[in-house]
T-cell receptor
Framework: GQSLEQPSEVTAVEGAIVQINCTYQTSGFYGLSWYQQHDGGAPTFLSYNALDGLEETGRFSSFLSRSDSYGYLLLQELQMKDSASYFCAVMGGSYIPTFGRGTSLIVHP | EPEVTQTPSHQVTQMGQEVILRCVPISNHLYFYWYRQILGQKVEFLVSFYNNEISEKSEIFDDQFSVERPDGSNFTLKIRSTKLEDSAMYFC???????????FGNGTRLTVT
């Protein structure tokens, strides 16, 4: 089976940088994705890493280390609208994403 | 931008009743999924559907659940005899390739009383 661990909650102030970590255990590996969810709405895709290293998309970056079974999502220049839940999702033995429990990000003014 | 649409947004039903949750995936997508999320918890995979058949299902997806693509646009999830523990948000998702990002609908909140 697959399992993922990520912090349950992270708080930060507007304009700051925050990192949300994710460790995973899986028998196979195709890639690690990140999704954002506001107030129980539709999860929306943010980023995907299949290979080691950093992927940058605007204010958001995602990093992967396959040897450490570890990844993180980096959010820069935080805005109030970034307050949401962030899920890492691993594609392990199949291409079907298995989601972590999510990290609630609270951005304060 | 094309989107996945789900109806209804909220469904209330009594225990033991049958419910059908409806989804219209993005038109050129070939892979369809149902996930559920119990309030405050993680998004859990239920079933995937490709080429008019189930390709994978989780242990949650027991004999009470079924999926169907009755026509070229709709994708439905049926729960035959609902239980209290089926209360959750049910998300439909689709994608054009088996390794591309999932596009989720806004979900159907199912409340079983």
């Amino acid at each position: 089976g697959q399992s993922l661990e990520q912090p349950s909650e992270v708080t930060a102030v507007e304009g700051a940088i925050v990192q949300i970590n994710c460790t995973y255990q899986t028998s196979g590996f195709y890639g690690l994705s990140w999704y954002q969810q506001h107030d129980g709405g539709a999860p929306t895709f943010l980023s995907y890493n299949a290979l080691d290293g950093l992927e940058e998309t605007g204010r958001f970056s995602s990093f992967l280390s396959r040897s450490d079974s570890y990844g993180y999502l980096l959010l820069q220049e935080l805005q109030m609208k970034d307050s949401a839940s962030y899920f890492c999702a691993v594609m392990g033995g199949s291409y079907i994403p298995t989601f972590g429990r999510g990290t609630s990000l609270i951005v304060h003014p | 931008e094309p989107e996945v649409t789900q109806t209804p947004s909220h469904q209330v039903t009594q225990m033991g009743q049958e419910v059908i949750l409806r989804c219209v995936p993005i038109s050129n997508h070939l892979y369809f999924y149902w996930y559920r999320q119990i309030l405050g918890q993680k998004v859990e995979f239920l079933v995937s559907f490709y080429n008019n058949e189930i390709s994978e299902k989780s242990e949650i997806f027991d004999d009470q659940f079924s999926v169907e693509r009755p026509d070229g646009s709709n994708f439905t999830l049926k729960i035959r005899s609902t239980k209290l523990e089926d209360s959750a948000m049910y998300f439909c998702a689709s994608r054009d390739r088996d390794n591309s990002p999932l596009h989720f609908g806004n979900g159907t909140r199912l409340t079983v009383t």
